[in-house]
């Protein structure tokens, strides 16, 4: 089966436990659990079956080790996860206000996972890597950005293919070297999971057809555009594709994105058709949004068939 890779932060959430609860004042607060874009998609990808393998950096603390024994428990290769001495895993503090959003309290660029890089033991899971991942939120300075290309690079000199998941807010577009760098990733991305408006940080269109257009012209040959609780929508040169999302209970939305692309991608490296993809990428957004924390809701492979099987859909969009 073809491995794929991913590089970027790990992190723990800690969330406060009462919607509309401020951090400008003390609070009840629950967690840690074991978070950051990047272990999320792997930790999926892993419990699905897929070869699966993560270069990141965490502290000598028990957050660090929260994260590192839950990829392991679930089948991932976490040999190019270092382990700082004198740094403090990452951490996002969140709270959650009655309209759905979210406000989160970062400790990423001066916590360990500031420290990743491309050490002996990347580079010994890059040279077994079928695919890459890049995740938007793991191109915040330019050291991580370069490890990107690294491992673009890497699985491309090798006939590999690259995913990307933008996961950016617009004014992330303006730090340095992002434009050049998301130009660069976008010009090596065979499949690409963008979700409601991040599609036309990309294009010139403004309506989803068009800009979909533009991308597949510019040489990505797939595209799913995730929709929330409405599913989501496949496009490549031979059409759309499109798939309701399973009716669910949603606690907590944290982290859907990244379990939906990890399944997407795991049964297209396995050459599956575009519905069954997309059926078990929407069942896998679906069960993780059903409970508190972002990896909680990951489930394997099994699990997420068994829930297929009599779960209801919503309405087609
Ligand atoms: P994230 O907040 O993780 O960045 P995202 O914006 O990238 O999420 P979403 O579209 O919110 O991605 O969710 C990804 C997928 O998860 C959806 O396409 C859908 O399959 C599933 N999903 C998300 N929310 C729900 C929900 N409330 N009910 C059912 N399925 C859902
Ligand atoms: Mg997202």
Known sequence: MKKLVCAGEILVEIMAERIGQSFRAPGPLVGPFPSG??????????????????????????FGHL?????????????????????????????????????????????????????AEARVLLAGADHFHVMGTSLFSPEVIEIARNGIEAVKTRGGTVSFDPNIRKEM????????????????????????????TF????????????MLDRGISTIVVKKGAQGAV???????????????????????????????????????APEKALR?????????????????????????EAFIETARTGALV
Not at 71 to 85: F, K, M, N
Not at 177 to 198: N, Q
């Open 234 to 272: 496949h496009y490549d040169q031979s059409g759309r594709t499109a798939l309701p999302g399973f009716v669910v209970e949603e606690i907590d939305p944290t982290g859907a994105g990244d379990c939906f692309a990890a399944a997407f991608v795991s049964f297209w490296l396995r050459g599956e």
């Open 203 to 214: 294009a010139d269109a403004t309506d989803e057809e068009s800009a979909v257009r533009e």
């Open 67 to 119: 994260n590192i024994e839950r990829l392991r428990a679930d089948g991932a290769d976490i040999s190019a996860i270092t382990v700082h001495q004198g740094a403090a895993t990452g951490t996002a503090f969140v709270t959650y206000e009655s309209d759905g959003s979210r406000h989160f309290v970062y400790n990423i660029k001066q916590s360990a996972a500031g420290l990743i890089e491309m050490g």
């Open 37 to 62: 874009a990047p272990a999320i998609f792997i930790d999926q990808a892993a419990r699905l079956g897929q070869p699966a393998g993560l270069i990141a950096a965490v502290g000598d603390d028990d």
């Open 173 to 200: 577009l303006d730090l340095p070297g992002m434009r050049d760098a998301l130009h660069f990733v976008l010009s090596k991305t065979d499949v690409f999971l963008p979700s409601g408006a991040e599609l036309f």
């Open 280 to 304: 078990i990428a929407n069942g896998c957004g679906a069960l993780a949004v059903t409970k508190k924390g972002p990896m909680e809701g990951i489930a394997s492979l099994v699990t997420v």
